[in-house]
């Protein structure tokens, strides 16, 4: 064998032993460190049974032997190389990899390993600690300013560790960033485990999703070859380690085989396992490979107990004396046995032959109601290919009669290899127009009109004590068409006063009151009509005494067995409660009535409080003017100050009377709001001057059509009351503007808001919610600070009501108030 200069060494490999041929490989003495350039022929290409291989080793210790001699040695394929001592101390580094770690060769040769952030990790630790046991060890390593985990290996040299760090560029991180998020969502959605392989460090890695298949978490599993081959299934072992060879003699691309493999649980998992060679040396000789596992137990033993189920419907249908019948694809009857035919009402020469959806049998639900084509139990299995249980159906006989079929059927397929023979022919299911499609389906068929019609019955009775028992305080009564009573519940006497034995085949209606009896016919027709409507009706009813009883009926139609229609009513007797709702109302209307005589007295009344009480103020008025001496001037403004409160209150409390009793009507003609918020303003700007109080006004002028008189009064009472309770310093607003509701309106069917906000004392959320009714003040009793009867925003809602219009208020407690009036324009 002839030897290249370079080589210091040649080795023959047999099965795991190296036998040295030639060179220095067999040196008594290493240093403690030791770098090989190996270079390694195959003579057998079975690799992993019996591998035999040849090759040579360079020595490229003098290039780690010189001064710093990481640094004449360069990694491939962008890789930063440096050694680990015992004693866990960087050793020799390449001037790259000092670089990567942001320092200099000389300051970290010397210094522990932990004096790089990205070293004190436990992972790195730990793979450290299995590289020293002479284990390569493979990990990815978190690096800031670096978007994506580095690729880090670490191999055993001797008694240090020999580490390489991939490093990329930005470029290629982004694109492996994006081809792993691809690759992590196809895994995800495919629910695959993975798996990758080194040929030369003979280590494999697997994900957490493969360790899970087998019953494992990934920190339990060996990263080895062995592992995996321990966990194979016997049997399947020589098959996997064939697929391989097959791949490294490129007989074939990928693996592609369904193994076994033994669970952490003692079971056996089907496995679907595929995988490729992905990268190669440049000798030829492979060097990394990868794959994916699948868990397809569930699918694999459905399918074994499916074709086995498959295989006996033959048998079972030739011997079984259950009916059976089989069809192909196009739904035609291909085989029955003699108790389907009997089931079917057809003689054995008519039913092969039919088709599933026959005219003849007039399919029904066994209601009924007709049965539509995707309902059909053929339909339904041919379209889900999944078995189908207990449909029921209606289908009717030769002779006219209906019967009530129960079927259960399963799919055919294409391998199912079901075929009959049937008078020297032999028929099958058919063939499938695509992969995976039905070719027919079975079905065994029950009879079981008796027993549905019993069951139907059964529950109709159960139903109707369940109503009596549940509701025995009412009657409980049946009618048949012709409005006849069929059934009464006991209660029937005490509300009618009949025994019900005597009520059983009278007409219904006959002692309802002539004023009701209309609405009673009406109600009990449609019930009659409408299957599904609820009727719900009172009236009197004479009872067996003479007397008028107040009865409420609810009700709906019911089917008997025999499918005759029938009327189901529940009775209730709410005498006593129509007689108190009367009183009631007789009550209300007393207090109408006391309402009304009060607002008019009061309003008959008005003329002899405020005839004398004018007197008063005009007199009050006069000593005002007299120039009187101290007190007595001050006592003339009380009294006159006095009697106009008190004319205010007594007008407010006439103008609320008439409002109430309907007594003032509005009427409206063209206005000029701008006019009326000028004129108030005029009339109480004086009162807001003398209190230190602002006030502006802003918005559009415009005119509407309203009552003038009462926009006045509303307008005074806001803007009073704005001033009455606004300290001095604070100001307040009155805003106006229109609204028109789409653009095909026209201007007249706008609304004008008016808005009066002031910066006064503002209002609680609660007491806001009732400022609007009569009488109605925050401050009450000795704690009031502000004078007034709270009638003011009760006469603006009734106001705002009369002009067709609503007011709104807002408030918040010592921010302030805004109240907003809105009236229709015309």
């Known amino acids: 064998m002839q030897w290249h200069s370079r080589e210091i060494g040649c080795f023959e490999s047999d099965g795991g032993r190296c036998q040295q041929k030639s060179g220095c490989i067999g040196k008594a003495a290493f240093p403690e460190v030791c770098w090989w350039r190996m270079s390694r022929h195959r003579i057998s290409a079975k690799v992993t049974t019996g591998m035999h291989d040849s090759g040579t080793v360079d020595d490229v210790l003098s290039e780690w032997s010189l001064p710093r001699p990481c640094r004449s040695v360069s990694g491939s394929g962008g890789e930063a190389i440096f050694i680990i001592d015992e004693e866990g101390r960087f050793q020799d580094l390449q001037p790259e990899a000092a670089q990567f770690f942001g320092s200099s060769v000389d300051d970290l040769v010397g210094t522990p390993v932990e004096s790089v952030p990205v070293f004190r990790s436990a992972p790195f630790q730990a793979a450290l600690s299995q590289a020293r046991t002479h284990r390569p060890v493979c990990l990815n390593l978190t690096v800031p300013h670096h978007e994506q985990p580095v690729p880090t290996r670490l191999y055993p040299a001797g008694s240090s560790v020999?580490?390489?760090?991939?490093?990329?560029?930005?470029?290629?991180?982004?694109?492996?960033?994006?081809?792993?998020?691809?690759?992590?969502?196809?895994?995800?959605?495919?629910?695959?485990?993975?798996?990758?392989?080194?040929?030369?460090?003979?280590?494999?890695?697997?994900?957490?999703?493969?360790?899970?298949?087998?019953?494992?978490?990934?920190?339990?599993?060996?990263?080895?070859?062995?592992?995996?081959?321990?966990?194979?299934?016997?049997?399947?072992?020589?098959?996997?380690?064939?697929?391989?060879?097959?791949?490294?003699?490129?007989?074939?691309?990928?693996?592609?085989?369904?193994?076994?493999?033994?669970?952490?649980?003692?079971?056996?998992?089907?496995?679907?396992?595929?995988?490729?060679?992905?990268?190669?040396?440049?000798?030829?000789?492979?060097?990394?490979?990868?794959?994916?596992?699948?868990?397809?137990?569930?699918?694999?033993?459905?399918?074994?107990?499916?074709?086995?189920?498959?295989?006996?419907?033959?048998?079972?249908?030739?011997?079984?004396?259950?009916?059976?019948?089989?069809?192909?694809?196009?739904?035609?009857i291909i085989e029955a046995s003699k108790r389907a035919e009997e089931v079917l009402g057809l003689p054995p020469r008519d039913v092969e032959g039919c088709r599933y959806n026959d005219m003849e049998w007039d399919i029904t639900h066994p209601d009924g109601t007709p049965?539509?084509?995707?309902?059909?139990?053929?339909?339904?299995?041919?379209?889900?290919?999944?078995?189908?249980?207990?449909?029921?159906?209606?289908?009717?006989?030769?002779?006219?009669?209906?019967?009530?079929?129960?079927?259960?059927?399963?799919?055919?397929?294409?391998?199912?290899?079901?075929?009959?023979?049937?008078?020297?022919?032999?028929?099958?299911?058919?063939?499938?127009?695509?992969?995976?499609?039905?070719?027919?389906?079975?079905?065994?068929?029950?009879?079981?009109?008796?027993?549905?019609?019993?069951?139907?019955?059964?529950?109709?009775?159960?139903?109707r004590f369940r109503a009596v028992a549940e509701q025995a305080v009412d009657v409980i009564v049946t009618l048949n068409e012709e409005g006849e009573f069929e059934y009464l519940s006991p209660s029937a006497q005490r509300v009618t006063g009949f025994p019900r034995e005597e009520l059983i085949g009278v007409y219904a209606f006959d002692r309802v009151h002539e004023e009701d009896v209309g609405e009673f016919k009406e109600q009990f027709r449609n019930a009659l009509a409408d299957p599904e409507m609820t009727i719900d009706v009172s009236g009197q009813y004479r009872h067996r005494d003479g007397s008028l009883r107040y009865l409420a009926i609810r009700g709906r139609q019911i089917q008997t067995t025999s499918e005759e229609i029938r009327v189901l009513a529940n009775i209730r007797d709410v005498t006593e409660a129509h007689e108190w709702e009367n009183r009631l109302l007789k009550a209300k209307q007393k207090a109408e009535e006391a309402s009304r005589l009060k607002s008019a007295m009061l309003a008959n009344v008005s003329h002899e409080i405020r005839t004398p009480l004018t007197s008063i103020i005009g007199f009050a008025e006069v000593l005002s003017s007299a120039d009187l001496k101290n007190p007595f001037d001050r006592f003339a403004d009380l009294i006159r100050e006095s009697g106009d409160r008190l004319l205010r209150t007594m007008n407010d409390l006439l103008d609320l009377s008439q409002l109430r009793a309907g007594a003032v009507a509005a009427a409206k003609k063209p206005v000029c709001v701008d006019d009326e918020v000028r004129a108030v303003l005029e009339e109480l700007r004086p009162l807001a001057e003398a209190q230190g109080i602002r006030i502006k006004t802003e918005g559009l002028s415009g005119d509407l059509k309203t009552d003038p008189d009462i926009l006045y009064r509303i307008l005074v009472n806001l803007v009073g009351n704005a001033i009455k309770f606004t300290d001095e310093g604070g100001s307040v607003s009155i805003r106006t503007w229109a609204e028109t509701p789409s653009e095909e309106d026209s201007a007249d069917r706008s609304t004008v808001f008016i808005a009066v906000e002031d910066t006064g004392v503002g209002m609680s959320p609660v007491f806001a919610e009732k400022a609007f009714e009569a009488f109605e003040q925050e401050s009450t009793g000795n704690s009031r600070t502000h004078e007034g009867s709270g009638l003011g925003l009760a006469l603006v809602r009734h106001y705002a009501d009369l002009l067709g219009g609503c007011v709104t208020l807002e408030s918040e407690k010592g921010v302030g108030t805004t109240v907003t009036l809105r009236i229709p324009r015309a």
Not at 381 to 395: F, G
């Open 162 to 332: 020999a580490v390489y760090v991939t490093m990329r560029s930005s470029i290629e991180t982004q694109d492996l960033k994006q081809k792993q998020a691809r690759l992590q969502m196809a895994l995800a959605g495919a629910d695959l485990g993975t798996w990758e392989y080194g040929f030369e460090t003979e280590s494999c890695m697997y994900d957490e999703r493969w360790a899970e298949i087998i019953g494992y978490d990934l920190g339990e599993i060996e990263h080895r070859a062995d592992f995996f081959f321990q966990h194979v299934h016997p049997e399947d072992v020589d098959r996997v380690r064939e697929a391989i060879d097959a791949c490294v003699r490129r007989e074939k691309e990928k693996i592609d085989l369904v193994i076994r493999m033994r669970h952490r649980d003692g079971s056996w998992r089907w496995i679907l396992d595929r995988g490729r060679i992905l990268e190669w040396n440049l000798d030829g000789t492979p060097r990394r490979m990868a794959g994916t596992h699948m868990d397809i137990t569930e699918r694999y033993q459905i399918q074994r107990a499916l074709r086995r189920e498959r295989n006996l419907l033959a048998r079972i249908c030739e011997a079984s004396p259950a009916p059976i019948v089989v069809l192909d694809r196009a739904g035609e």
């Open 371 to 463: 049965m539509g084509e995707k309902e059909l139990p053929f339909t339904r299995v041919m379209s889900t290919a999944e078995p189908l249980h207990n449909a029921e159906m209606k289908i009717a006989w030769p002779d006219k009669s209906r019967r009530i079929l129960s079927v259960s059927g399963a799919p055919l397929f294409a391998n199912d290899d079901i075929s009959f023979s049937k008078d020297g022919k032999v028929l099958c299911s058919g063939a499938a127009e695509r992969e995976g499609e039905p070719t027919g389906a079975v079905f065994a068929i029950k009879d079981i009109t008796s027993q549905w019609e019993a069951e139907r019955a059964l529950r109709m009775s159960e139903e």
